[in-house]
């Protein structure tokens, strides 16, 4: 009696690790609202985002971090895909905040459409 005793506590213990893995995979991971991301990944920050419905176009005063940004690629922010168009000034290490890496300045992104939840 005390194999099978000791048996249910092994056979609740695996199903009690499936059920606290089944939310997390089933829950879409929350996207930043300062980001702009590619393939799910975040590769960009934002600064003064205004949205032109009208243009169907997104003027950022500055991306930040955007080192791993692929410019002709379409990328996604907040509930948009977008595709950048022009970039006023790019600087590759800003001396005065090294740590936002590379720094594009007065960006302009075409609307391409919404993203899919």
Do not use: W
């Amino acid at each position: 009696m005390s194999t099978f005793a000791g048996g249910k506590p092994k056979e609740s213990q695996p199903a009690a690790v499936e059920l606290t893995s089944k939310p997390s995979s089933s829950e879409p991971q929350p996207r930043e609202d300062d980001a702009i991301y590619q393939n799910g990944r975040v590769v960009a920050r934002v600064a003064d985002p205004q949205v032109d419905s009208e243009a169907k176009e997104i003027r950022f005063a500055e991306l930040s971090n955007s080192d791993e940004l692929l410019l002709p690629d379409e990328c996604e922010f907040q509930k948009y895909t977008i595709m950048v168009q022009r970039i006023a000034h790019a600087t590759k290490v800003d001396k005065a905040a090294p740590h936002k890496g590379r720094v594009l300045r007065d960006v302009v992104a075409e609307i391409l459409g919404y993203r899919e939840h």
